[in-house]
Structure formats: C-alpha cells, structure tokens
C-alpha cells in the first residue's frame, strides 16, 4: 500500500508538472548530468533570483532610478523608466546585463550595480521511491546527495537508475542520474548543485 501510494503521489505530481516543465521521470525527454551543455554546467553555481529576495538596484549617476524591491509572487519587478521586468529565474548578472541594455534607449553608457540584499531560503521537493518525500529547506547550491539524504534515502523499489532532478528555470529540463554516480560522486553527481524549485524525483 505504502509503494501504491508513492507512485499515485508521484503520477499525480507529473501531471501537475506537465505544463510548465520538462516533464516527468516516467516519460518525456532528459538528459543526463555527464551530458549537460556547458553553459548548463557553468550557470549551475550561480544563485537565480526567486520569488520573495529582495534586489538592490543601482544606476550610476542616476540615484532617482535606484531601487530596492522585493520579487512579486508573479516573479516580476519594477524599475523607474522601465517598468515592470521579469526577475525570478535569473541570474543577477544577467539580469543586471538585462538592465543596462534596456536603458541604453535613454541613457548613454549605463552602469548597473544588482545586489540581492535578501535572498529567500531555497526549497526542494523529494518524492518518487524515497524514505521520506516531502519539501525541505536548504541552504543555497545545497547538493543532490545531501537532499536525497533528507529524503531517507531510496527505498527497495527504486531503480538505481532513475534518479531526476526536474528543472524549471532557467529553462525546463529533466536531468538523470544512477544511484551509483551519486554514492560514488562519480563526475561530481553528489555534489551536483541544487537550485530553488528544483523538484527531485527517485523512481
């Protein structure tokens, strides 16, 4: 009963997800962690912007356009001139790149300074075969080994080689793992950086 309930909990997570990310470990498409393109894996470090942090922004020689907002639940901003701008999903330094561009329609050679001032803590779901599924906080780039060891760790029924980790920012992907790369922290799968929504799923 107990697995029967994991695999509806977790069937129904999928169809949940279907809409807005990669997809789900049953189906779909993934790639696997060795395989990652290698702006994937050189954006992977980088903290992205989340609903609730609070951005410090400021335009050199522009102190009336300097602000400090906090990211809205629908993950938007606004700036004086520019309005409102997408943030959550982002890394600071591309949305500061973001920033500057747009302003160059009304100011010559912009400088922008991005700080987040408040980062909100991250959250990670582990669902699917583990010992104990459920959401939890961590700290920034926490890594896969440590979630799945909030997790309890896979139960019997889990294939050990069907570990996902479901993404949605910046862009959705399912990114694959085996059991073994991550004990062993074979090409650095233990280490292998979280980041806030991520949802991890043990088949």
Request: charged letters at 20%; hydrophobic letters at 45%.
């Amino acid at each position: 009963m107990v697995r029967l309930a994991r695999r509806a909990s977790f069937l129904f997570a999928c169809l949940a997800l279907a809409g807005s990310q990669a997809g789900c470990a049953g189906s779909g498409t993934y790639v696997w962690f060795t395989q990652l393109p290698a702006e994937v894996t050189a954006q992977n470090n980088e903290y992205l912007i989340t609903t609730g942090d609070v951005l410090n922004v400021r335009v050199l020689g522009h102190e009336d356009m300097n602000v400090r907002e906090k990211v809205r639940p629908d993950g938007r901003i606004a700036i004086p001139i520019l309005g409102e701008l997408d943030a959550r999903g982002k890394r600071p330094s591309a949305l500061r790149a973001e920033l500057e561009a747009r302003l160059k329609d009304y100011i010559v050679l912009p400088s922008v300074l991005l700080n987040v001032d408040e980062p909100q803590p991250m959250t990670i779901i582990v669902m699917g075969e583990v010992t104990r599924p459920g959401a939890y906080p961590l700290d920034a780039n926490a890594s896969l080994a440590h979630a799945l060891a909030l997790g309890g760790g896979l139960t019997d029924f889990a294939s050990r080689d069907s570990i996902f980790v479901v993404r949605q920012f910046p862009s959705p992907m399912r990114i694959r793992f085996t059991y073994i790369a991550v004990s062993r922290n074979i090409g650095h799968a233990a280490a292998f950086p979280l980041h806030t929504g991520d949802l991890i799923v043990a088949e």
